[in-house]
């Protein structure tokens, strides 16, 4: 079913953000990315939006071909964000998928109905030892659709929301889009080969993390992100999830300098993965001085109150929550998050899990309830 103009503005309608509110938002969160306790820690999560259910939906293979299917799509977020009158910032992005960046690569995407693109093939070894990487990225890849997927978000929009890059992924998790699994064998056999690919993917990280910024208007050194982040500290989001898999010295060598370089072209930046590694954790607490921060896609696997001390001992900071534990009531689960600080008031962005469906809570209580715990 194609997307018509009037159901597009009807969900816009629903849009009503409140400024003000935003803004204490983004003064809360900046306070944690400088490192200085705000007047509260920032919680964030989206209210739920039962209007959605009347509207029509579109699958994720539609959304792939036509920005405003795209727009419509991320919109039920920032509706809910916005409702939520908690410290989220709504923002939405071009929805590329993860192999965004290595489309520069000439690279295509596979797009499915029910589960986000993934690419078709990978480049050899010859073809990347061949391959020079375009001058202006603006015009490779998935780039160009990207910026006049922007310019239709920021027409409608109308500077009541904010646009936040496509998924980047980072340097050596791209390294292993590009090149497939034979990564790891070439981590062994041929070394020099891998510094070289990871160098062309640093490089291509960089150029198109700059040419999504230039379509938004965001400077580099800030961002927003996720749906309801803002970056006061740092302009970037670097990936690590294949970075999890190495060994400690592949780690060191093959991680550490291109992630370094990568955060210090955006003035610092903050790191995901999923899964865990311990080398690659010590990394990005206490040899990166550009990674802001962390957060985790297992959180499971990592133990609270460790990471989170480690990470206040470097000015940084944790970017998510950990898991409710079975029967936890909500005052429960977020005075376990507040215990583990130990009274510090910094290095916590919170973005709370919330079952609506459950939990005896309105948003609004739902703040109430994060800040008198605080007091």
């Known amino acids: 079913m194609p997307m018509d103009a009037?159901?597009?503005?009807?969900?816009?309608?629903?849009?009503?953000?409140?400024?003000?509110?935003?803004?204490l938002g983004r003064r809360r969160q900046d306070a944690i990315w400088h490192d200085t306790p705000p007047d509260k820690l920032p919680i964030l999560f989206a209210a739920p939006v039962p209007e959605q259910s009347s509207f029509p939906s579109f699958a994720m293979d539609e959304e792939f071909h036509d920005p405003r299917v795209?727009?419509?799509?991320?919109?039920?977020?920032m509706i809910g964000v916005a409702r939520s009158h908690s410290d989220s910032v709504p923002s939405l992005r071009a929805n590329f998928g993860t192999a965004l960046v290595a489309s520069v690569f000439g690279l295509?995407?596979?797009?499915?109905?029910?589960?986000?693109?993934?690419?078709?093939r990978h480049l050899t070894k010859e073809q990347i030892e061949r391959f020079e990487l375009p001058r202006d990225l603006s015009c490779s890849g998935y780039l160009p659709r990207i910026r006049e997927t922007y310019q239709l978000y920021r027409s409608h929009l109308d500077g009541r929301g904010f646009c936040y890059i496509g998924d980047t992924q980072g340097p050596f998790d791209l390294a292993?889009?590009?090149?497939?699994?034979?990564?790891?064998?070439?981590?062994?056999?041929?070394?020099?080969?891998?510094?070289?690919?990871?160098r062309l993917c640093t490089e291509a990280y960089i150029g198109a993390t700059r040419a999504m910024k230039a379509h938004i208007g965001e400077p580099a050194e800030t961002a927003h992100h996720s749906g309801c982040l803002w970056l006061g500290r740092g302009g970037a989001r670097i990936c690590e999830d294949t970075s999890t898999l190495l060994r400690p010295e592949h780690v060191d060598e093959f991680v550490v300098p291109y992630t370094r370089q990568a955060?210090?072209?955006?003035?610092?930046?903050?790191?995901?993965?999923?899964?865990?590694?311990?080398?690659?954790l010590d990394v990005m607490i206490d040899e990166i001085a550009e990674v802001r921060g962390v957060n985790f896609g297992n959180p499971e696997r990592h133990d609270p109150r460790s990471v989170?001390?480690?990470?206040?001992?470097?000015?940084?900071c944790y970017v998510g929550g950990w898991p409710r534990q079975g029967g936890e009531s909500l005052q429960r689960y977020f005075q376990r998050h507040l215990d583990c600080l130990d009274g510090s008031g910094k290095g916590l962005i919170f973005m709370a899990a919330i079952d609506w469906t459950k939990d005896d809570a309105t948003p609004d209580s739902t703040v109430n309830l994060w800040h008198s715990l605080q007091e």
């Open 176 to 198: 292993h889009l590009v090149r497939g699994d034979e990564l790891f064998y070439d981590l062994h056999d041929d070394p020099q080969f891998v510094h070289h690919l990871v």
């Open 70 to 77: 795209m727009l419509y799509n991320g919109l039920w977020n």
């Open 308 to 316: 989170l001390r480690r990470l206040i001992e470097r000015a940084k």
């Open 108 to 120: 295509e995407s596979e797009v499915f109905p029910d589960k986000m693109p993934w690419l078709k």
């Open 6 to 23: 009037a159901t597009l503005e009807k969900a816009l309608a629903l849009y009503q953000p409140d400024l003000d509110r935003i803004e």
């Open 263 to 280: 955060a210090a072209a955006f003035g610092g930046a903050w790191v995901h993965y999923c899964g865990d590694n311990a080398r690659l």
